[in-house]
């Protein structure tokens, strides 16, 4: 099993991706950052594009796409730390059946986003979601008694589609039955500013892009040793 530690702090490219610039004339305080910074989010992680596409000249399409890029970057770090590689072929129903399970997680992220203050700052109140802590004893439990059973010959005679998917659907099971009850560590704090840039285009940072996106989800495995 891959340690999540070596992903931790993924750049966030596929968050940078659809965050559009929103071109505003006239007043620079009607500008509305904070719901530029609520309709990021909820775009980015719940898939909500309506409002985000009208507030950024976007089309729905567009933003929809963007966040099934997302979803499916975050499904590829699921499967790595499953430990399975680029070089494993998915089935298709597990493929799909995965990208719903992160969905359905991802949906339940919890953040409040703050109203900006003077200097265009705005602070999002972040619960880490703590997926991976979560299923990482039952991952670990599961990959020992299938490597045993690897070991004893068990699956000689398997295609490698019916390896992978006798290694990996158990594990969408057991991501699927946290869907209910998730788990979120203490509450952090981002604070991003939202700035027109030389073009008169309101957006955020590189770096404050991926500071939300390392708070967002909690990436670390906790004591893994003691497993």
Not at 47 to 74: L, V
């Amino acid at each position: 099993m891959i340690i999540m530690k070596y992903i931790k702090k993924y750049s966030g490219i596929f968050l940078t991706i659809i965050i559009f610039c929103v071109c505003l004339s006239g007043c620079v305080d009607a500008f509305d950052r904070s719901g530029y910074i609520q309709g990021m989010l909820d775009a980015t992680y719940k898939g909500e594009c309506e409002a985000y596409a009208q507030a950024t000249n976007s089309s729905i399409e567009a933003i929809e796409n963007d966040y099934n890029d997302f979803i499916r970057h975050e499904t590829d770090i699921f499967l790595r730390f499953s430990g399975l590689t680029d070089d494993d072929v998915i089935p298709e129903d597990l493929n799909s059946q995965l990208l719903e399970a992160i969905k359905t997680i991802y949906g339940q992220v919890r953040y409040t986003v703050k109203e900006a203050d003077r200097s265009g700052s705005v602070a999002i109140d972040i619960e880490p979601l703590d997926i991976y802590n979560s299923v990482y004893s039952e991952f670990f439990n599961f990959n020992q008694e299938f490597r045993q059973r690897n070991n004893n010959y068990e699956f000689q005679d398997y295609t490698d589609e019916e390896f992978i998917r006798e290694y990996l659907s158990p594990l969408i099971e057991i991501l699927k039955s946290h869907e209910e009850n998730l788990a979120y560590r203490e509450p952090v704090t981002v604070t991003v500013n939202v700035a027109p840039d030389d073009d008169g285009r309101y957006t955020i940072s590189d770096e404050d892009v991926t500071s939300i996106y390392n708070a967002m989800i909690y990436y670390s495995i906790d004591n893994p040793s003691s497993n």
